[in-house]
């Protein structure tokens, strides 16, 4: 395998990184996404000084957690605000997160995985209502 296998490992590293931190620490959007930058990039320098990739693999991995940590961060917040509970919404970000990384394993499924969750959160940001009046439009007479 050459570079580019293991920068997009760390890419997708990273990006499960993102997943993780984004779904189980509660704080603000930004405040994770920089935590899970700096996870991503430390986990792209283990890789480069274990393989080939240079500064490659480390700016991969802080792109990737970057990436990945403001999307799930907009998915985390839908979730909690339609009624999950804060548990069980780690739980499943965090198998999530376990999935993208057995992901970035593949040959260019890292890529894939740290471009993907900021669409996804882009998507479904543009399709989420603003406000559901709910019953109280009923109840004017």
Known sequence: MGAWY???V???LGAAAG???AGTLRAA?????VVAAAAGA???YGIDAWQP????DV???AAGGLAAALGTATIVRGALRRGGTALGTALIVAAAALVAAGLAWIPAAGYVVALALPALAARLRRRSPERYAGLRTLARD
């Open 29 to 33: 959007a930004v405040a994770v996404a």
């Open 19 to 21: 997943v993780l931190l």
């Open 53 to 56: 990739g240079s500064w490659g």
């Open 59 to 61: 700016a991969a991995g």
């Open 42 to 44: 430390g986990l792209g």
């Open 6 to 8: 293991w920068i997009g």
């Open 10 to 12: 760390a890419a997708g």
